[in-house]
């Protein structure tokens, strides 16, 4: 069963430029969140989606950073026209049961897309 | 505030010692409680989730006190393998399962 599957693991953009990150969850899941981790900083939630919905956007920045979790395909995480305070790594997790009280609370990490933008 | 808070470290230890790791937190709605292990430049994962009643796994203790909204990890007869970053984390609850994320106390066992 694999894991979390994210591409690419290293991306290098020039300033104003896109990003686009992809998730696979992990089979059988159908929960997926991003969190940013920025050089020395620990991770901050962006978003939560279930298949085609956003659930929590809470953490997105409100210009430029888009999600969306399609009914067939990978999440994607798009970054419009980037700046160098975006190069971070973007981890997507996983799970396989909705938020709520009666949720172990694990999620199941990517191995993360480096962003590095120039 | 941050709603989790760590000593970022680092703590150098020799091989063999115990160390001890401490967050708190200041949602008292919190309710699930968790400790990941983060290697350089990789994902987090999950090292043990945290109980009220404090449990153990092994050479590792984790430890809840709700009234101090503080949570603990004891490592004993520590590896050079546990060098890592120590994440505290916490669920709040509500509809979303969010995970908030310390930023991480920083472990390096020395030979």
């Known amino acids: 069963n694999a894991g979390v599957m994210q591409n690419p693991r290293h991306l290098v953009r020039r300033r104003g430029q896109e990003a686009r990150l992809r998730c696979s969850p992990m089979k059988g899941h159908s929960h997926v969140y991003w969190y940013r981790q920025l050089p020395e900083e620990g991770l901050k939630f962006m978003v939560y989606?279930?298949?085609?919905?956003?659930?929590?956007e809470s953490g997105m920045p409100k210009e430029r950073f888009s999600a969306e979790f399609p009914k067939e395909g990978p999440s994607i995480l798009r970054i419009q026209q980037v700046v160098r305070g975006d190069s971070a790594a973007y981890f997507c997790?996983?799970?396989?049961?909705?938020?709520?009280?009666?949720?172990?609370?694990?999620?199941?990490f990517g191995e993360g897309s480096r962003l590095t933008v120039l | 505030r941050k709603e989790v808070e760590q000593d970022p470290g680092p703590f150098n230890v020799p091989e063999g010692a115990t160390v001890a790791f401490n967050c708190t937190y200041s949602n008292s709605a919190s309710q699930s409680f968790f400790w990941y292990r983060q290697d350089c430049r990789k994902e987090p994962k999950l090292l043990m989730s945290?109980?009220?009643s404090g449990n153990e796994d092994g050479r590792f203790t984790a430890q809840l006190n709700r009234a101090s909204q503080y949570i603990s990890l004891l490592i004993r007869d520590s590896k050079l393998s546990d060098s890592a970053t120590y994440l505290c984390v916490v669920r709040n609850g509500g509809a979303t399962n969010k995970l908030i994320f310390g930023t991480g106390t920083l472990l390096a066992v020395q030979p």
């Open positions: 989606l279930q298949k085609e919905n956003i659930i929590d």
């Open positions: 945290v109980y009220s």
């Open positions: 997790a996983s799970s396989p049961l909705a938020g709520g009280p009666k949720n172990t609370g694990e999620l199941f």
